[in-house]
């Protein structure tokens, strides 16, 4: 399959994806008043801020220790799959313990409890996106995105034609946990046989034992921490919102960053979905290519940053009322601040492609932590004084400082790893 035609497909289920989970959230804005939609965001918030720590970052460690050596990269797989059991009770018992912690007039507490599930279904699409990637198999990579919106939307809808007028935020919770269940149960089918593993952990090549939990942890864990501080620029705001300021200004945030958070779309597919396991093969055998792509792929993307900013900067009043009604007015100017960081996002994910390679990826982490702790102490004076939009000023300069530290920590790592080629001859 050409690489023009596998990201053309991954493109355009990217872009059916995006389509999916947006009419989704455009129904629910439509069902619910900015104060409800609110309550639901932050609670959905909550929970995909600890599918990292289920995960580990698992997922991402496969990619790179399998295209590099999937003969090692075998016997990881055992200790992995117990990791990540590990892990997932551990997020439980806080996810609940924290839904206990809410006020006892809160629908925080059963939302929290009903979208736990949700965790090990983006966790398994996590792995079963890596698992195809790996396997070259690019129309399963570009379908199993869909399948979870896919299904969100037609609960949703199903809910609808049903109940009518009489649908609630419960229904909506429930809707997200039955999809990440069947999701769940796909990847129990799915991963019987991954990479010569049968069975989940009985390998063919018994020569190489597995290696140990603590093994996998050690190199999996700045890949979590890393997906850690990168959720929590992107959506610790929508949980800060509704601890400081109202639901309401929650709702108002969401709305605009969702439009913007489609966007993410392009960069996504490019950096994350083909072309980063042909960037780690480029960091151990063609530095020079590695930094020709990251230059040329750069500019590109940069380019295209700029012109969906101007496209969303001059639409936003129009396309937040035409989208989401007069209720939800308040969101448009929240989205124009939002959309002068789409430049910075998408050139972001071309460096932090490069950051993943060789030892570079606890480099990218770190700077995902200063990010991170940035937003968080920005928004503790921003949401209270300014509130949807003190949070959207915030997500601007936490994308402008990870464009910066990314940029001179690429650079780098970029020119360490061609002048270790050149010295090794290779």
Same mark, same amino acid.
């Given at each position: 399959?050409?690489?023009?035609?596998?990201?053309?497909?991954?493109?355009?289920?990217?872009?059916?994806?995006?389509?999916?989970?947006?009419?989704?959230?455009?129904?629910?804005?439509?069902?619910?008043?900015?104060?409800?939609?609110?309550?639901?965001?932050?609670?959905?918030?909550?929970?995909?801020?600890?599918?990292?720590?289920?995960?580990?970052?698992?997922?991402?460690?496969?990619?790179?220790?399998?295209?590099?050596?999937?003969?090692?990269?075998?016997?990881?797989?055992?200790?992995?799959?117990?990791?990540?059991?590990?892990?997932?009770?551990?997020?439980?018992?806080?996810?609940?313990?924290?839904?206990?912690?809410?006020?006892?007039?809160?629908?925080?507490?059963?939302?929290?409890?009903?979208?736990?599930?949700?965790?090990?279904?983006?966790?398994?699409?996590?792995?079963?996106?890596?698992?195809?990637?790996?396997?070259?198999?690019?129309?399963?990579?570009?379908?199993?995105?869909?399948?979870?919106?896919?299904?969100?939307?037609?609960?949703?809808?199903?809910?609808?034609?049903v109940l009518e007028n009489d649908i609630s935020l419960y229904h909506v919770a429930i809707s997200y946990?039955?999809?990440?269940?069947?999701?769940?149960?796909?990847?129990?089918?799915?991963?019987?046989?991954?990479?010569?593993?049968?069975?989940w952990i009985g390998f063919p090549n018994t020569a190489n034992p597995p290696v140990r939990i603590s093994?996998?942890? &050690?190199?999996?864990?700045?890949?979590? =921490? @890393? %997906? $850690?501080?990168? !959720?929590?620029?992107?959506?610790?705001?929508?949980?800060?919102?509704?601890?400081?300021?109202?639901?309401?200004?929650?709702?108002?945030?969401?709305?605009?960053?969702?439009?913007?958070?489609?966007?993410?779309?392009?960069?996504?597919?490019?950096?994350?979905?083909?072309?980063?396991?042909?960037?780690?093969?480029?960091?151990?055998?063609?530095?020079?290519?590695?930094?020709?792509?990251?230059?040329?792929?750069?500019?590109?993307?940069?380019?295209?940053?700029?012109?969906?900013?101007?496209?969303?900067?001059?639409?936003?009043?129009?396309?937040?009322?035409?989208l989401f009604g007069e209720r939800y007015a308040a969101s448009a100017s929240v989205l124009r601040v939002?959309?002068?960081?789409?430049?910075?996002?998408?050139?972001?994910?071309?460096?932090?492609?490069?950051?993943?390679?060789?030892?570079?990826?606890?480099? &990218?982490?770190?700077?995902?932590?200063? =990010? @991170? %702790? $940035?937003?968080? !102490?920005?928004?503790?004076?921003?949401?209270?004084?300014?509130?949807?939009?003190?949070?959207?000023?915030?997500?601007?300069?936490?994308?402008?400082?990870?464009?910066?530290?990314?940029?001179?920590?690429?650079?780098?790592?970029?020119?360490?790893?061609?002048?270790?080629?050149?010295?090794?001859?290779?």
């Amino acid at each position: 399959m050409s690489a023009v035609f596998s990201v053309s497909l991954l493109t355009i289920a990217a872009i059916v994806n995006a389509v999916l989970a947006f009419g989704t959230q455009l129904l629910l804005v439509r069902l619910f008043a900015p104060q409800d939609y609110g309550i639901f965001a932050a609670a959905f918030a909550t929970v995909v801020l600890l599918v990292p720590l289920a995960g580990f970052g698992i997922a991402p460690f496969w990619l790179k220790i399998f295209s590099e050596n999937p003969t090692i990269g075998r016997r990881y797989l055992k200790s992995s799959y117990a990791l990540m059991a590990l892990m997932s009770i551990t997020v439980f018992v806080l996810l609940f313990g924290w839904s206990y912690l809410q006020p006892q007039d809160s629908e925080m507490r059963p939302m929290l409890q009903i979208l736990s599930i949700c965790i090990l279904g983006q966790l398994t699409i996590e792995l079963l996106n890596t698992k195809f990637q790996l396997e070259k198999k690019i129309l399963q990579l570009a379908l199993i995105s869909l399948t979870q919106n896919g299904l969100r939307l037609g609960l949703i809808g199903l809910f609808v034609l049903v109940l009518e007028n009489d649908i609630s935020l419960y229904h909506v919770a429930i809707s997200y946990a039955a999809s990440a269940l069947m999701i769940i149960l796909l990847g129990l089918f799915t991963f019987r046989n991954f990479v010569g593993s049968h069975r989940w952990i009985g390998f063919p090549n018994t020569a190489n034992p597995p290696v140990r939990i603590s093994q996998v942890a &050690k190199g999996s864990l700045p890949f979590g =921490v @890393a %997906l $850690f501080f990168q !959720l929590v620029y992107y959506q610790s705001d929508v949980v800060m919102l509704k601890l400081l300021s109202t639901p309401a200004q929650t709702g108002y945030y969401s709305i605009a960053f969702t439009l913007v958070a489609a966007t993410y779309i392009l960069p996504t597919v490019i950096f994350q979905k083909f072309f980063l396991p042909k960037i780690y093969i480029w960091a151990n055998l063609d530095p020079a290519r590695l930094r020709r792509f990251s230059v040329k792929a750069g500019i590109g993307i940069g380019v295209a940053g700029l012109l969906v900013a101007a496209i969303y900067w001059v639409a936003s009043d129009m396309s937040v009322a035409f989208l989401f009604g007069e209720r939800y007015a308040a969101s448009a100017s929240v989205l124009r601040v939002l959309s002068l960081s789409i430049p910075a996002i998408f050139v972001s994910y071309n460096f932090g492609a490069i950051l993943m390679t060789r030892d570079s990826m606890k480099t &990218k982490t770190y700077f995902m932590g200063i =990010v @991170a %702790l $940035f937003n968080i !102490l920005a928004n503790l004076f921003m949401i209270p004084e300014f509130g949807a939009q003190g949070a959207a000023v915030t997500t601007l300069m936490s994308a402008v400082l990870l464009l910066m530290l990314y940029f001179v920590g690429a650079r780098k790592a970029v020119e360490k790893i061609v002048n270790i080629s050149v010295q090794s001859g290779t």
